[in-house]
């Protein structure tokens, strides 16, 4: 990508970042298509059950692998339907893993909530280069963040508040990935939405369907790209095992 291509994107990214809050939050409705939509949740829905980690509060899948106990990915690439249409229209939208060790997300968490179910509040820490790109599909969900104090704890009361929509992108870096904390509450409903209590109000795709100020949660999936700093090939681990 040329200069003058990767400063037009940024300007072109500014259109839909966070106002409300630090500049490091950008959402884009509509990111994929229904029918991008329904083709991922039936590869998601038609993975091996093995694949599943049943959580107490949620479920995951993990493309293409868990990272070893040092952070470590094994180098293995990532299914084609995880890779297209999301990592070339991340790279021509948005351009924002142009900067990152492998230039590209090498990793994916695969979400999956019910009603009532939600995700502790908690930072994404150092395995990863500090960008997530978050997809979601099947329904809305309000992701709560929260500012970490000097002291490493965090607030109690979330700072701000993300509506994702189905089909929607969220990407957090910089200062959102390294102060702040995220979670999503374990509710059958978000309540309380609106241009005061939702960041992303104006940003939203579809507004009007909230306009009673209530999510009634459905299942919910997310995806979330990021690009693990860790990469061992294959031949490299053998030779450890070799040297042991
Ligand atoms: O489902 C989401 O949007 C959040 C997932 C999350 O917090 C994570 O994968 O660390």
Wanted: proline share 8%; net charge negative.
């Amino acid at each position: 990508m040329s200069e003058m291509e990767a400063v037009t994107k940024k300007l072109e990214l500014t259109r839909h970042q966070v106002s409300s809050m630090p500049p490091s939050t950008i959402y884009i409705p509509d990111f994929i298509t229904p029918e991008e939509e329904e083709q991922l949740l039936n590869k998601i829905r038609t993975a091996p059950l093995p694949r599943w980690a049943q959580l107490s509060r949620r479920r995951l899948q993990t493309w293409p692998s868990s990272l070893s106990s040092s952070n470590t990915l094994l180098a293995a690439p990532l299914p084609a339907w995880l890779h297209d249409p999301i990592i070339p229209r991340l790279e021509s939208q948005t351009g924002i893993f142009m900067d990152s060790p492998h230039g590209a997300p090498n990793h994916v968490l695969i979400n999956e909530y019910a009603p009532g179910q939600g995700i502790m509040p908690h930072e994404d820490g150092a395995a990863y280069h500090p960008v997530v790109a978050t997809v979601s599909l099947g329904a809305a969900i309000v992701l709560d963040i929260y500012q970490k104090r000097e002291t490493g704890e965090r607030e109690i009361e979330p700072t701000y508040r993300i509506l994702q929509e189905p089909r929607s992108l969220l990407i957090t870096t910089d200062e959102m990935y390294t102060k702040h904390l995220h979670g999503i509450q374990e509710i059958t409903a978000d309540r309380d939405l609106g241009p005061k209590t939702i960041s992303n109000w104006d940003l939203l795709g579809h507004q009007i369907a909230f306009t009673d100020g209530q999510n009634e949660r459905q299942v919910r999936t997310s995806l979330t790209y990021r690009d693990v700093l860790k990469v061992s090939k294959l031949g490299s681990k053998m030779k450890i095992f070799g040297n042991r």
